[in-house]
C-alpha cells in the first residue's frame, strides 16, 4: 500500500502453528434462510465515512443482486490485526473473508480456502501476471488480488535541473554518475534508509532483484541472498554512503519526514517514497517519475491487496462476495481514494490526464512484493541489522551477508 510499511505482519507466523491445528475460518452462517458471508477488512480509505459509504454500497448492490446472501463487512484498524486474525481464527471465530496482504499468505496457507477453487477462468485471464504471482504460494493462488501499488524511481526536477541531469536515472550506472554530479552541487542523489525498522522490501530487496538475486532459494527451504549478486548489490549501495552520495544519518535513524533532506529539496531521486509523500514539499509539478531500476533486471518493490477466503466458509456464497467486489467498476471505489491501481488489465484508466499516476501504473508489471515465506519477516530482521554494520563499515558486504545468511537459514529450519 502507499506509506504502509509499517502494516506489514507482525504476529500471524508465531501463532500460525498454534491456531491452524484447530478448526479454523467461521463457518457460513444461516440467518432467515440466507447464508452469511463474513467479512474483515482495515481502512484502504482512510476517511472514515468514506470508507463506510463505500462498503455499504458495495454489499447493498451485491445483495440486490444475490437475495439469498447476506453479507457483513467489519472494518478494523490496522494496529496488531494479526494477533487479533489468529486468535479469532483459532477460537473458530474468524471471518468467511479478509483482506490480506502476499506475506501474510503463506503464514495462514493452511486456513485459506485457494482462490484457484473459485476464481473463474474468464476472471483469472484479466489479472496481471505480476498480480497472480504475488499471491501465488507452493503452484496455488491463495487469495483473489484487489489492487496493486508499485515504487519506481521518482525525482526532483528541481535537484535534476540544479545538477545539470535532464533525464531521470534509469540504472545502476546512471544512478552513480548522478551521485557524483550531485556531490559537487551540494546535493545527495538518493534517500536510503538503513534503520533497521523500515522494511527491506522497500530499500534492500529491490537492489538485490536488480542484480538477479533473490532473498530465498527457489524452494524456500534456505536464505539466497548471501548470493554474488546480493555482494555485488549491497556493494553497489555501500559506495553512496561511502563517497556522501546519500544521508549517513538515514543509515541509523528514520526521522519525519519534514525533518530530512528529502523534504528540504536537496536530494535527487528516491524508490522508497510515494508521490503522495513528497508533493507538499517539492510540488506536485516537480515530481518526475521514472521506471524501475535496472541493474541486471528491471525490478520495483510494489503491494498488492487480496481478498482471502478462509476454511470453512461457504465457498460458493464467499467466492461470489470475493469476485463481486473484484469486478473493475465494483473495486474503483476502493482504490482511487489512496492512488492505487487494479489488478486487472480490463479496468480502463482510473486516473485520465494523471502522468505521475500512468507512469506508475506501467511499472505494476515489473513489481515484487517480496517473499511468501513463513519465515519472511524474522530473516529480515536478521538480515538487517547486517546490511546496516555493511554500510557503516564494521564489516564487508560479503562478510555481512554471510553472517546473515547463517542465522537465516537456522530461522527458516526451525519455521519448516
Same mark, same amino acid.
Do not use: H
Given at each position: 500500500m502507499r506509506n504502509r510499511t509499517t502494516r506489514l505482519i507482525a504476529a500471524a507466523t508465531a501463532v500460525t502453528s498454534a491456531f491452524c491445528l484447530a478448526a479454523c475460518g467461521a463457518d457460513g452462517e444461516s440467518a432467515g434462510g440466507k447464508t452469511t458471508v463474513t467479512t474483515w477488512v482495515y481502512p484502504v480509505i482512510f476517511d472514515e465515512k468514506e470508507n463506510a459509504a463505500y462498503w455499504s454500497g458495495l454489499e447493498k448492490k451485491f445483495e440486490k443482486a444475490h437475495p439469498d446472501i447476506d453479507v457483513k463487512v467489519s472494518t478494523y484498524p490496522w494496529a496488531d490485526?494479526?494477533?487479533? !486474525?489468529?486468535?479469532? =481464527?483459532?477460537?473458530?471465530?474468524?471471518?468467511?473473508?479478509?483482506?490480506?496482504?502476499?506475506?501474510? %499468505?503463506?503464514?495462514?496457507?493452511?486456513? !485459506? /480456502?485457494?482462490?484457484?477453487?473459485? =476464481?473463474? *477462468?474468464? *476472471?483469472?485471464?484479466?489479472?496481471?501476471?505480476?498480480?497472480?504471482?504475488?499471491?501465488?504460494?507452493?503452484?496455488?493462488?491463495?487469495?483473489?488480488?484487489? %489492487?496493486?501499488?508499485?515504487?519506481?524511481?521518482?525525482?526532483?526536477?528541481? +535537484?535534476?535541473?540544479a545538477v545539470g541531469v535532464d533525464t531521470v536515472p534509469s540504472t545502476w550506472d546512471d544512478l552513480a554518475a548522478l551521485g557524483a554530479k550531485a556531490k559537487k552541487k551540494g546535493y545527495y542523489a538518493i534517500t536510503y534508509s538503513g534503520d533497521t525498522t523500515a522494511t527491506l522490501n522497500m530499500?534492500?530487496?529491490? =537492489? !538485490?532483484?536488480?542484480?538477479?538475486?533473490?532473498?530465498?532459494?527457489?524452494?524456500?527451504?534456505?536464505?539466497?541472498?548471501?548470493? *554474488?549478486?546480493? +555482494?555485488?548489490? %549491497?556493494?553497489? %549501495?555501500?559506495?553512496? /554512503?561511502?563517497?556522501?552520495?546519500?544521508?549517513?544519518?538515514?543509515?541509523?535513524?528514520?526521522?519525519?519526514?519534514?525533518?530530512? *533532506? =528529502?523534504?528540504?529539496?536537496?536530494?535527487?531521486?528516491?524508490?522508497?517514497?510515494?508521490?503522495? @509523500? +513528497? @508533493?507538499?514539499?517539492?510540488? @506536485?509539478?516537480?515530481?518526475?517519475?521514472g521506471s524501475a531500476l535496472t541493474g541486471q533486471k528491471s525490478v520495483a518493490y510494489g503491494t498488492v491487496g487480496t481478498l482471502a477466503m478462509f476454511r470453512g466458509a461457504d465457498t460458493g456464497a464467499a467466492g461470489q462476495w470475493i469476485s463481486f467486489v473484484a469486478q473493475p467498476d465494483n473495486v474503483a471505489g476502493l482504490l482511487t481514494p489512496g492512488g492505487y491501481f487494479g489488478a486487472r488489465t480490463d479496468g480502463g484508466d482510473l486516473y485520465p490526464g494523471d502522468t505521475l499516476q500512468q507512469a506508475t501504473e506501467k511499472v505494476l508489471d515489473s513489481a515484487d512484493v517480496g517473499p511468501l515465506n513463513t519465515a519472511a519477516r524474522d530473516v529480515m530482521g536478521a538480515l538487517a541489522p547486517q546490511i546496516q554494520a555493511a554500510l557503516l563499515g564494521k564489516s564487508t558486504p560479503k562478510e555481512a551477508l554471510d553472517q546473515a545468511a547463517t542465522a537465516a537459514d537456522q530461522i527458516i529450519s526451525r519455521k519448516r
Open positions: 490485526r494479526d494477533t487479533k !486474525l489468529a486468535t479469532a =481464527l483459532a477460537a473458530n471465530k474468524g471471518p468467511d473473508v479478509a483482506y490480506l496482504i502476499p506475506d501474510q %499468505l503463506a503464514a495462514y496457507q493452511r486456513n !485459506l /480456502v485457494p482462490a484457484d477453487d473459485y =476464481l473463474a *477462468d474468464a *476472471d483469472r485471464a484479466a489479472y496481471r501476471d505480476s498480480a497472480l504471482k504475488a499471491v501465488t504460494v507452493d503452484g496455488k493462488a491463495m487469495a483473489t488480488p484487489v %489492487l496493486m501499488s508499485a515504487y519506481p524511481l521518482m525525482c526532483n526536477k528541481k +535537484v535534476l535541473d530499500t534492500y530487496y529491490p =537492489l !538485490l532483484w536488480q542484480a538477479g538475486g533473490d532473498v530465498f532459494s527457489a524452494d524456500g527451504t534456505k536464505s539466497a541472498f548471501a548470493s *554474488d549478486a546480493g +555482494v555485488e548489490a %549491497l556493494t553497489w %549501495l555501500k559506495q553512496f /554512503v561511502d563517497k556522501g552520495w546519500t544521508p549517513k544519518d538515514l543509515v541509523t535513524k528514520t526521522p519525519s519526514i519534514e525533518q530530512t *533532506d =528529502l523534504a528540504k529539496n536537496k536530494v535527487a531521486c528516491t524508490w522508497q517514497n510515494s508521490a503522495a @509523500e +513528497v @508533493e507538499s514539499y517539492w510540488g @506536485e509539478d516537480d515530481i518526475v517519475m
